[in-house]
């Protein structure tokens, strides 16, 4: 997005400054917040509104900037969650009020629905590649997002007690596009009061172990009327609390980083210090009877010995119903880790599990030349059916050499193992993840964001002369 290069120039200005790019980024959300608060008519308490800082004199800028995000961190409401613990990085009023200036003159209602997570998880990016660390564990792409949601159709009134939930949530997208499915296709305008304020309250729930992608969850349910419960600790190491959900729909962080013990849970079958295993058997204990849930993973999750352990005893409690292979290249710029997702109904047992192959002869995603489109997925949204749990009576009847169903006695033969593969490949695109015109792409990015900050640079050197 052209946003984040016109930000990303402007953080290496704050740099001379000594605000590190991260400090930076949280900065900025803090302020794009406030902007669309102000453009969507969202109330934000008296004396700390976009406006307040705006026309403030540029002399005391910094201290009322200061007095604003002190004051919200003590609301009751979910404000007082969103700015808590607050502290100004940017140093001088002269570069808030540039950064104001430039947040003012765009008109952040015309971007999509979503343009604060997409902006800090584009700037997150950028941030990643000048470290050289990896940032990939907070995003899950928008056109896989999207298509979970439409065949898992989280609809909040389809019981009385429907609860959706992201276990690994970041900064929220999978919570964000269930509440846009769910206007998009359901009469939501005629709600009555109590069905409003359960969908606006006791609908959307979500857990994060870092704080700025929780943050950012946080505000963006909030600009989008939602009052999240979004919980900051670690899903699978901390005391499981008992409270189910109808639907889960996450995407937990790949690798084992930080996973060398093995979680002291009564209800985890499998005792493993593999991140993947735990966060599966999480979501099977917090699903509800007759609960569904769709889980990204690695391809390893199919076939490891601790992995077939776990399916040799959830095939006989749940309906491991769908496979999805995901293509090559799915998760770049972050990692080039083949994956799936893993679609479980709870309460039935699995009689056969449909693979539907999105990989094998399809060119490898690239960051820019050929990225992950909503069409990766067409095909699979049909076959898939309309039945969120798998059951559309009109799979049996497709005829495609991508979507494939293998009954439980040829799974029990395999021992177990879901590493299945029947289409020939004819392609030898193992290593085509990157393209010429990605990495001219992005050089001319960061040279474009250099010579963006030189001329930030040289405008503050000409203030100073003045």
């Known amino acids: 997005m052209d946003l984040v290069s016109k930000f990303w120039g402007f953080c290496h200005t704050l740099r001379h400054e000594g605000v590190d790019y991260s400090d930076y980024i949280e900065e900025l959300t803090y302020l794009i917040f406030l902007k669309i608060a102000e453009e969507k008519r969202i109330m934000i308490p008296l004396g700390c509104s976009w406006n307040d800082l705006i026309i403030h004199d540029k002399e005391n800028l910094l201290i009322k900037y200061n007095e604003v995000l002190n004051e919200l961190s003590t609301e009751k409401s979910i404000l007082g969650n969103i700015f808590s613990q607050p502290m100004a ?37 950028k941030a990643a590649n000048e470290s050289k660390k990896g940032a990939g564990q907070y995003f899950t792409p ?25 276990v690994a949530c970041g900064t929220g997208g999978f919570i964000i596009s269930s509440y846009e499915w769910y206007k998009k296709n359901k009469d939501h305008k005629q709600l009555s009061k109590e069905h409003s304020e359960k969908l606006i309250n006791e609908t959307y729930f979500g857990q994060e172990l870092v704080i700025r992608p ?4 946080q505000m963006n349910l909030f600009l989008h009327g939602l009052n999240p419960s979004i919980k900051l600790g670690d899903t699978i190491y901390e005391p499981f609390d008992n409270i189910r959900y109808t639907c889960i729909l996450t995407n937990p962080p790949f690798g084992n980083k930080g996973s060398n013990q093995i979680p002291e849970r009564k209800d985890f079958q499998i005792k493993t210090s593999n991140k993947q295993l735990n966060f599966i058997q999480h979501v099977l204990s917090s699903l509800d009877i007759k609960g569904r849930a769709a889980i990204v993973l690695p391809d390893n999750i199919l076939s490891d010995e601790k992995a077939v352990e776990l399916w040799k005893i959830s095939f006989t409690k749940y309906n491991i119903h769908t496979i999805l292979k995901l293509p090559n290249g799915t998760f770049l710029p972050y990692t080039n880790v083949k994956a799936v997702v893993i ?15 999105a990989r094998t002869n399809v060119e490898s995603i690239t960051k820019k030349g050929r990225p992950l489109t909503h069409n990766h997925f067409k095909n699979f949204l049909d076959c898939y059916g309309s039945k969120p749990n798998g059951s559309c009576p009109s799979r049996k009847l497709k005829s495609d050499i991508r979507f494939r169903n293998f009954k439980i006695d040829e799974i029990k033969k395999r021992n177990f193992n879901l590493d299945i593969n029947w289409i020939a490949d004819n392609q030898n695109l193992e290593n085509e993840y990157f ?32």
């Open 343 to 357: 679609f479980i109904e709870k309460g039935i047992q699995t009689t056969d599990t449909w693979i539907y192959d």
């Open 435 to 466: 393209e010429i015109d990605d990495i001219t792409n992005d050089a001319i990015i960061e040279l474009e964001s250099i010579i963006e900050g030189l001329k930030e640079l040289s405008n503050m050197l000409d203030d100073t002369d003045e």
């Open 89 to 125: 990085k940017i140093r001088s009023s002269q570069s808030l009020k540039r950064l104001l200036t430039l947040i003012d003159q765009i008109n952040w209602s015309t971007y999509n629905e979503d343009v604060l997570g997409a902006m800090f998880e584009g700037l997150l990016e």
């Open 214 to 217: 929780r943050r950012m969850a």
């Open 142 to 166: 928008r056109p896989l997002i999207d298509s979970i949601v439409n065949v898992m159709q989280p609809n909040p009134f389809e019981s009385d007690t429907f609860k959706m939930s992201d």
